[in-house]
C-alpha cells in the first residue's frame, strides 16, 4: 500500500490543497462475490487508509454490483459518483485498481474522460496515477488514446457489417418517408410498429415484427454516451 501511495502522491507528495479533496471510493463488485467478502474489504480499506494518509476527507465507498456491458444502468454507484463530481459534491474519485470502472479499454476512456468533463481528479491506486498531477494527467491521456484507438476499430468492424447487412435488406425509401410521415403526425413508436406489423411489413433486417427500438432505429435514434455527464441547466 506504502509504494502504491509513494506512486500517486508524486515526487513532493501531499500539498496543501490536498486537505480540501472530498473524495468517493469506488468498488466493483463482480458476481459470485458479495459485499462482506475479503477482497472487497481489501480494497475498500485500501482506498480509506490513502485517504486518511493523505489528510482527504473520504466522503462515501460507492459499491457497483457486477460490470455490466449492457444497459445505461448497468453501473449506477459510478454514474452517481460522476454525477455527484459534476455537481461539486465530491471533488475526486479514487478506485484500487482502474479495472474496476469497465470490462473493456474501449470504455475507459470515455469514463476517464467523462469524470475530467466534470471537474473531478481521478486516482487510480493500481497502477498508480493522479491526474491531479502532471504525470498522472499525462497517464491519463495515454489510457484514453488507448481506449479511443479501441473504439474506432470496433466502430469500423460494426459499420463493415451493417454495410455488409445493408446490402441484403435495404429499406425502401417509401418506407422510410412514411414511417416518417407517421411519427410527425403524432403516432407513438409503439402505435407504427403495431400498424406496421398488421400489415406484414418485414424490418429492415428482413425480419417479420417491428417494435418500438426498430422504428426509432428507422427515424435515425442514435444512444447517447453512456457516460455523458448530465448537462448543467443553470
Avoid at 5 to 13: F, I, L, T
Avoid at 77 to 105: F, H, K, P, W, Y
Avoid at 140 to 156: I, K, P
Wanted: with cysteine; hydrophobic share 40%.
Amino acid at each position: 500500500m506504502q509504494s502504491n501511495q509513494r506512486a500517486v502522491a508524486g515526487p513532493s507528495g501531499a500539498s496543501a490543497s490536498d486537505q480540501k479533496i472530498e473524495a468517493l471510493g469506488y468498488v466493483c463488485v463482480r458476481a459470485p462475490a458479495r459485499v462482506g467478502d475479503s477482497e472487497v474489504c481489501r480494497q475498500e480499506h485500501a482506498i480509506a487508509e490513502f485517504c486518511r494518509a493523505r489528510g482527504w476527507d473520504l466522503l462515501e465507498l460507492l459499491r457497483d454490483v457486477e460490470i455490466s456491458p449492457r444497459g445505461e444502468s448497468g453501473q449506477p454507484a459510478l454514474r452517481n459518483a460522476i454525477e455527484r463530481l459534476q455537481t461539486g459534491r465530491a471533488s475526486c474519485l479514487v478506485v484500487v485498481d482502474v479495472r474496476q470502472l469497465c470490462s473493456s479499454v474501449a470504455e475507459l476512456g470515455c469514463i476517464l474522460e467523462a469524470v475530467a468533463h466534470a471537474g473531478g481528479r481521478f486516482v487510480s491506486l493500481e497502477p498508480g496515477f493522479d491526474t491531479g498531477t502532471p504525470i498522472g494527467r499525462s497517464i491519463a491521456r495515454s489510457l484514453a488514446s488507448v481506449s479511443n484507438w479501441e473504439r474506432a476499430r470496433r466502430s469500423e468492424m460494426t459499420s463493415a457489417a451493417r454495410s455488409k447487412a445493408a446490402v441484403t435488406h435495404a429499406m425502401p425509401a417509401s418506407l422510410k418517408r412514411r414511417i416518417v410521415r407517421m411519427r410527425s403526425a403524432g403516432l407513438t413508436l409503439q402505435a407504427i410498429a403495431d400498424e406496421l406489423n398488421e400489415e406484414g411489413v418485414p424490418t429492415p433486417r428482413g425480419g417479420v415484427r417491428w417494435r418500438p427500438s426498430s422504428v426509432q432505429a428507422t427515424l435515425g435514434y442514435k444512444r447517447p454516451g453512456r457516460w455523458t455527464p448530465i448537462a448543467d441547466d443553470g
